[in-house]
């Protein structure tokens, strides 16, 4: 799997955490979860507005809760400490319910 594309590692089951935090700043911890979650809804909802996205919400809400991060899920990624940006970054990473996890220490160009 060396080299290949985000779609293809997903299609494989596989989710990826780097080293350097790969988050949205700019979004909530929420916000974060919700769009890593959303690629569990049926490609008939993808249109929806985001409030229905009823298997993503209930995902976020599970992963807020795993990785005691409920108490900032309105923070913003980038206002975060390091250790609770990579814990966020774990959580992404199992929020789209990945096979298999790997935990690599650099990115390949």
Known sequence: MTGASPARTKAAGLSRS????NL???LTVAENL???AQVLEPKARAFLP????TRALAKTAEMLERFQLGHK???LAGHLSHGDQRRLEIAV???SEPKIL????????
């Open 18 to 21: 780097f080293q350097i935090t």
């Open 24 to 26: 949205f700043f700019e």
């Open 34 to 36: 919700r769009m890593a």
């Open 50 to 53: 985001l409030g229905r996205s």
């Open 73 to 75: 899920r309105d923070e």
């Open 93 to 95: 990473c199992l929020a």
């Open 102 to 109: 790997l935990l690599t220490n650099r990115r390949r160009a």
